[in-house]
């Protein structure tokens, strides 16, 4: 069961943590290539009441939030939610170890979004419903992605506008825009965030589920690809990196809890569109088209219209939480 894990970004920003006191707690460990640091030192920083390990499967938790970590596995979830961490999680020496790159750029704008210093308050949204015209993207014997993906970022603009959001549309019909001249429309606005709606296929007709896709941070590979040098150059979106990952969290996590589809996990991507992009920015998969059950729900004007529903909600969240930080 999924616990109210909107709950993260709202309810933790009653922590309070003075910053000269911050680096005191970590047990900082290299290990290979990396720096890590011990699950007993995040114990301790972020108030887990326990911590239990059994075999490979460690467990953080206290009244707020459960954390699940796995030696050896890139799967983490926090209150039920599933996250791709950048790298494994170790045992050396006794001793279980999340990765630096790990702490910074997700455990720690996840548990306290409060501390997020990129991000302005924004009241506008700007939507890019992914591929359009000459690109119809995905198909199947129903329709085409670029139609999907139009008609359910109108959903989630109409329930954003009636919030009284600002929303800015990258297309509002069956047009072609190239992904540069996608980050170019969406850089001319200040205060704002970047969604791109989008759905999936491949994988055969087994794959299905909900994933949202954030930046890589520096360093990080693209989802499922090895580390390459060009992975190590700073993007204009990487300035975003603690709040991608909340604005992740958010909008994916409220979706869930709006359809019930697998969940695939919030993963990296080096996406032109996520790159180029100097808001908080996100590209969410809303399903698989080549999923034979999944492609009559992504057809079904109910799911498109919870979905949406799910996406405005994060949304919202998001928003109230950059509203709360610490300044
Ligand atoms: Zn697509």
């Not at 799967?75 to 996250?83: A, T």
């Not at 996608?182 to 087994?206: D, E, K, P, Q, T």
């Not at 969290?249 to 080096?270: C, F, M, N, Q, W």
């Not at 799910?310 to 950059?322: D, M, Q, V, W």
């Amino acid at each position: 069961m999924t616990l109210p894990f909107f709950r993260l970004l709202l309810v933790l920003l009653s922590f309070s943590l003075s910053s000269s006191s911050l680096w005191a707690i970590w047990e900082i460990v290299p290990y290979g290539k990396e720096q890590y640091v011990t699950a007993r030192s995040l114990k301790d920083f972020y108030n887990f009441s326990r911590m239990t390990r059994s075999g490979n499967a460690v467990v953080l938790e206290n009244k707020e939030v459960k954390l699940q970590i796995r030696v050896g596995s890139q799967e983490c979830l926090m209150n039920g939610v599933k996250f791709i961490l950048s790298d494994s999680v170790v045992a050396h020496q006794g001793r279980v170890l999340i990765s630096r790159t790990d702490l910074s750029k997700l455990i720690d704008p996840v548990m306290r979004p409060n501390y997020i210093t990129s991000a302005a308050p924004f009241r506008t949204v700007i939507i890019d419903p992914g591929h359009g015209g000459s690109d119809s993207g995905a198909r199947n014997q129903y329709g085409t992605e670029a139609q999907y993906n139009l008609k359910v970022s109108k959903m989630v603009r109409d329930r954003l506008k009636a919030r009284g959001y600002d929303v800015q549309m990258v297309r509002d019909s069956d047009v072609f825009y190239s992904l540069s001249q996608r980050v170019a429309i969406a850089n001319r606005h200040r205060n704002a965030v970047f969604l791109s709606i989008h759905f999936n296929a491949g994988g055969g007709r087994v794959a299905r589920g909900i994933e949202t896709f954030t930046l890589s941070p520096v360093g990080v590979a693209h989802y499922g690809r090895g580390v390459k040098s060009s992975d190590f150059k700073v993007r204009q979106g990487n300035y975003q990196d603690s709040a991608n990952i909340a604005f992740a969290t958010a909008v994916h996590s409220s979706a869930l809890r709006r359809v019930e589809v697998p969940d695939r996990g919030i993963k990296r991507a080096r996406f032109s569109v996520l790159t180029g992009i100097k808001h908080p920015a996100i590209l969410l998969e809303g399903g698989f088209m080549s999923h034979p059950f999944e492609a009559r729900l992504i057809h079904s004007t109910e799911y498109q219209n919870n979905l949406a529903l799910g996406i405005a909600e994060g949304i919202e969240k998001f928003r109230l939480a950059l509203l709360q930080r610490r300044r």
